[in-house]
């Protein structure tokens, strides 16, 4: 990946150590929303239920009006949604997460999104590979640009949402118009986004406006300063790119209203979940029903090129309060157990604890 | 309305004056979502931007062995979902509210699903009138219960999710099963929910199993303890019914992420909002551009029997921070500017405040 030499904005705030969650945070906590756990049970997740991060306003584009305007060092072209759907459609099954998934449990805390477990789904999304709408890149091209509709300020940075991807990574991108055989939803990018599988999600830009080829790498800010992992707020960090392993598991029993403690009753407990990654396949999900103290590796369902796959646990539950916990590991990597910390809260993947009773 | 004698679990908590808001709140907001105000555009909320509040979890209902159970002071009736979709069918548009919205605004501020002002949406609904499904109710039935296939626990009282509503209020009930012209999706009741309009949402059962028509009042933990109006912590109080006026405006302008704060460009500026009532007519909305001082009638689009209406007003926006405002009247009432305040933070409408600054 380049290193952008040009950052933008002002520096993310920290959280005090003792400061419960702002009224900044609960505003974009009850905008945003993540996936309830129960819709793990779900190979695809419906739209309503599929994680939602959107940094600005949902714009509100007339389909009729609005047009995909591809230029920079390729052949310049427009296309409205008609030509978009008339071109040659794939289908690709793709779990999204937001790189900010997490967030909320970092102490202290980095001031954001603040996620806890949630921000992840998986869609079906119908719609024509980016390369089928490029053309073969020139020699020089080095980043491809997509901006959104979306329009809004970051600390003190008036944009268009804009990412930039690099032409090493655009082998699997679409251009999608569809989410689980349906037309795009408002929220999630109408009438066509970007989907980039394997990676977080801030690289699926929705609500796509406009492909631009450049020969320079791109430093806007959602590449050169947000979407960044670095341990002091003046250093540039580290890009966000592609998923790290995360698993997760349907809470079993039920909860409690408000603490979301779960009750179980004793005996044989089917635990559920789902595993992913974005840059190798998932081989491995351990999970521990002692707080961490012992792992059981669980059974893999079907692996998928850019989906989670399902795992199952048989458990028996024995009365008492316990932690339930699972990992994933891909390639090299295994989820941690304990959290390493980032100033933005990036890329967490701290394996999940499901406090439990049972009865 | 009958005020159930019979009270069960414990007491909802207060937070204190400088605390910030909990973990526990946090995961309502990251489960549970409101609608995002860019979304008051729309006549008909899409699925996934209409407000959700699930108590426990979602179930995870197959449809196909799904049966609706029709008991009590009535001919018994077990039905599938062929036989509710094979019976003469009506459409509500309905807007439902959360009683809870706003209440993470109130001042100390009751701990539960932190909601601010989103907690509204409005969709068609397809379904079977209830009054066809229960038939002549004999005279000594007094309240029709509703049980959801939702199971939690609540302040110690475990519980499947559970409504009464009395025999007066039933003539506009809808038992539906299309949300928007699609099959309900999972957060919003599959297959079949109760739609009682102009009632806050809680009266609108979700995940229908069993209707049972009973001879007295019906006094569980949802009726006589979660959803009352009280100002004394160990009062009966009263019960949350209708929807009390409220309008809420699309901001104007852009966001800033973090903060939300509106940049909106000098000039005029055309404001659009939806105002809406569960017990009378919205017959005005008044607008404030400079935070209360004076207002300003607003022009009213279309009325509906169920739901919301629109309203627009031209603003002539000057350079410099303002805060702009809007209220609804309905009957005899209007939205308050300063708010009441109840320990359980039930049927608040304080008037929406939306921080700009114009350049």
Redesign the interface.
């Known amino acids: 990946m380049t290193t952008p030499t040009v950052r933008q904005g002002e520096a993310s705030r920290i959280a005090d150590p003792d400061?419960?969650?702002?009224?900044?945070?609960?505003?974009?906590?009850?905008?945003?929303?993540?996936m309830?756990l129960?819709?793990l049970?779900?190979d695809l997740t419906?739209?309503?239920?599929?994680y939602?991060l959107?940094?600005?306003?949902?714009p509100?584009v007339d389909p009729v009006t609005w047009r995909l305007t591809i230029d920079g060092l390729v052949s310049p072209l427009v296309l409205d949604l008609a030509d978009l759907r008339g071109r040659p459609r794939v289908e690709r099954t793709v779990t999204l997460e937001c790189a900010g998934n997490g967030r909320?449990r970092l102490h202290p805390r980095p001031?954001?999104q603040?996620?806890?477990d949630?921000a992840v789904g998986t869609a079906r999304w119908t719609g024509v590979p980016l390369l089928d709408l490029l053309g073969e890149l020139p020699e020089d091209a080095v980043d491809v640009v997509f901006t959104g509709l979306d329009?809004?300020?970051?600390?003190g940075v008036?944009q268009d949402y804009q990412r930039g991807l690099g032409v090493a990574d655009l082998d699997d991108v679409l251009v999608a118009y569809e989410m689980n055989g349906q037309p795009l939803?408002?929220?999630?990018g109408a009438p066509a986004r970007l989907v980039v599988p394997g990676w977080y999600g801030m690289a699926s830009v929705k609500w796509l406006s406009r492909i631009t080829v450049i020969a320079e790498p791109f430093t806007g800010f959602q590449n050169a300063t947000a979407y960044r992992i670095k341990t002091e707020l003046d250093s540039p960090g580290e890009p966000v790119t592609r998923i790290k392993p995360r698993a997760l598991m349907v809470?079993p029993g039920?909860?409690?209203?408000?603490?979301?403690r779960r009750?179980v009753e004793a005996g044989p407990v089917d635990l559920f979940g789902r595993a992913w990654c974005g840059f190798a396949p998932v081989t491995r999900v351990d999970v521990s029903v002692d707080g961490g103290l012992t792992w059981t590796e669980a059974e893999l369902g079907a692996a998928a090129d850019y989906a989670w796959r399902s795992w199952t646990l048989r458990w028996d539950a024995k009365p008492g309060d316990t932690v339930l916990m699972a990992r994933a590991s891909a390639g090299n990597d295994t989820q941690p157990v304990e959290q390493p910390w980032n100033t933005q809260g990036m890329t967490n993947n701290m394996a999940q604890r499901v406090p439990v009773t049972v009865r």
Not at 19 to 34: K, Q, T, V, Y
Not at 46 to 50: M, N, T, V
Not at 151 to 155: A, K, M, Q, Y
Not at 185 to 188: A, F, I, K, L, R
């Open positions: 400061e419960g969650i702002s009224l900044d945070e609960l505003r974009l906590a009850a905008r945003n929303h993540g309830p129960e819709a049970r779900y419906p739209a309503g239920l599929h939602v959107v940094h600005y306003d949902i509100y909320a001031v954001s603040p996620w806890l949630e329009h809004g300020s970051d600390r008036e939803p408002p929220q999630h809470p039920f909860p409690d209203f408000m603490t979301r009750i």
